[in-house]
T-cell receptor, first 113, second 113 residues
């Protein structure tokens, strides 16, 4: 059974609009969450993270929101740009020591010009 | 910094052959991870090492898979004998002491015919 779920395999958004990618998890012990971005033929690259003691973390156009009671997090990209087109993976961990991440299946984001 | 280096980038082999994937982590990093990405299962952790010692190999699918880390700058993932269902992209990642994220290599795309 998947502990980290991304129920939307794909998402299309118009350039300049907001992209919202969602992630749900089942293990209430998860304490640290990350988003990775992956371009074709490349490895995933770290995008943004959030600790369970926060409910929001912002970095430029990227904001991650965490709702612990709902076991749900989301990544907002505002404004979306064509270069944001990639597969986005949500990951969760029991700690923030950079180890033992559980990844979701990914959501493919297409930003249309 | 060169980042995580993986070789080969692509491997095509026949069922029953031995396959060896190689990884050089980022210099100074003390944790190394092997992942497999498939359409069906997404990105799944196979095994990870701390200071060259295997910590968790519960993700290794079966005895045909083995991984070694003889020193801090090199690791191998071996499949013997290989089967068509092993076809996937295999990623290596590393992280440093106290770092909150992992850095991925470009991956090895394996096709077993």
């Amino acid at each position: 059974d998947q502990q980290v779920k991304q129920n939307s395999p794909s998402l299309s958004v118009q350039e300049g609009r907001i992209s919202i990618l969602n992630c749900d998890y089942t293990n209430s012990m998860f304490d640290y969450f990350l988003w990775y971005k992956k371009y074709p033929a490349e490895g995933p690259t770290f995008l943004i993270s959030i600790s369970s003691i926060k409910d929001k973390n912002e970095d430029g156009r990227f904001t991650v929101f965490l709702n612990k009671s709902a076991k749900h997090l989301s990544l907002h990209i505002v404004p979306s740009q064509p270069g944001d087109s990639a597969v986005y993976f949500c990951a969760a961990s029991l700690d923030n020591y950079g180890q033992n991440f559980v990844f979701g299946p990914g959501t493919r984001l297409s930003v249309l010009p | 910094d060169a980042g995580v280096i993986q070789s080969p980038r692509h491997e095509v082999t026949e069922m029953g052959q031995e396959v060896t994937l190689r990884c050089k982590p980022i210099s100074g990093h003390n944790s190394l991870f092997w992942y497999r990405q498939t359409m069906m299962r997404g990105l799944e952790l196979l095994i990870y090492f701390n200071n060259n010692v295997p910590i968790d190999d519960s993700g290794m699918p079966e005895d045909r898979f083995s991984a070694k880390m003889p020193n801090a700058s090199f690791s191998t993932l071996k499949i013997q004998p290989s089967e068509p269902r092993d076809s996937a992209v295999y990623f290596c990642a590393s992280s440093g002491q106290g770092q909150e994220t992992q850095y991925f290599g470009p991956g090895t795309r394996l096709l077993v015919l």
